[in-house]
């Protein structure tokens, strides 16, 4: 901010100013060393007073919620404590922010289309919007119900979608699941082949824990039946 006031616009105003700073730190220590600390505390002072934003308080209205939380909570960390944590409160507030705002936006349109031509027959197309990750899990499963499904065939269309994380493949599988359960022909459509693979890998995974703990436990039975320790 510093560098923009006193009229640098050029990336090599910034690569002097980091320059600078470096050299007074790597070689000028000694000197640094003799200023006297309340020398450095006004300059400090100065440089905050001069640097910080504070029509920012004007517009607190005006912005987001989320954005006016950031500030505020910036500005009280930083005077209670030091910039970097409050850097890092900054960040970690902004990214529960964004990702509430993005578990928001999933939604599952439904449409009913015939399997041919003048068939009696439909299927029906969920067609999914938004990202999907840890934080839209839970309105993903609630906006598909298998249990009010009239159509025997369903096709799960993941054109306008994005899948962030394995939370999303686990409740993809759980949704697909429930459908079949329920008797219905499930198709998942427009996934990337690695959704597809870690989806395939973690059928597996779980179908192969359930059998151990099934066999181990079908096992300790048999032993308690025939009276062994």
Known sequence: MINVQAGGRTRVSGITCALAIA???TFGAGFIERVPIAALVGTMLCLVLD???????ARIRKIPKTDAAVLVLVTGVTVVTNLAVAVFAGVVLSAL??????????????????????????????????PLFF????SFTEQLD???EGNDRVVLDFASSKVWDSSALVAIDDVAEKFRNCGKV??????????????????????????????????????LGRGEP
């Open 135 to 138: 934080g839209s899990v839970g």
């Open 186 to 223: 499930v198709t998942l459509r427009h996934l990337s082949a690695d959704c597809g693979k870690f989806i395939l890998f973690f059928v597996w995974a779980i179908r192969l824990t359930s059998h151990f703990l099934f066999s181990r436990a079908a096992s300790q039975s048999g032993r």
């Open 23 to 25: 050299s007074y730190v």
């Open 51 to 57: 640097i910080f934003d504070w029509t920012s308080f």
């Open 146 to 148: 298998p249990k009010t």
């Open 97 to 130: 922010g964004y990702a509430y705002k993005s578990s928001q936006r999933i939604e599952a349109r439904r449409t009913s289309v015939p399997v041919k031509t003048n068939s009696v027959e439909y299927t029906t197309v969920y067609e999914i919007s938004g």
